[in-house]
């Protein structure tokens, strides 16, 4: 599948986005953000797409693809499969 051009969810930058069934949403690749997962349930809710902003540069720091989940509790960051 072909990468679409799509504002990321955290900044608002231009970047581009994968359909993933994997990951049940999409793969971004951001310039400000680079490369996370979001679940397409998170990416409805953009307010806490930009509180994950902070999870996802830790995660980054450490060497994970980020992932943004959405559940009954709010929206989780965690290590995603890449
Ligand atoms: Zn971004």
């Known amino acids: 599948m072909l990468p ?3 504002n990321c969810p955290m900044c608002g930058s231009a970047a581009e986005r994968i359909r ?10 951001c310039p400000r953000c680079g490369s996370f997962g979001i ?8 307010e806490a797409a930009m509180l ?4 996802v540069a830790r995660l980054r720091a450490y060497g994970h693809l ?3 989940q959405r559940d009954k509790q709010g929206v989780r960051v965690g290590p995603g499969r890449t």
Not at 20 to 29: A, E, H, P
Not at 52 to 55: E, G, M, R
Request: glycine share 8%; hydrophobic share 35%.
């Open 4 to 6: 679409e051009p799509a």
């Open 39 to 46: 679940e397409t349930a998170a990416l409805g809710d953009m």
């Open 66 to 68: 980020p992932f943004i």
């Open 20 to 29: 993933s069934s994997q990951l049940r949403g999409y793969r971004y690749t």
């Open 52 to 55: 994950a902003c902070q999870a």
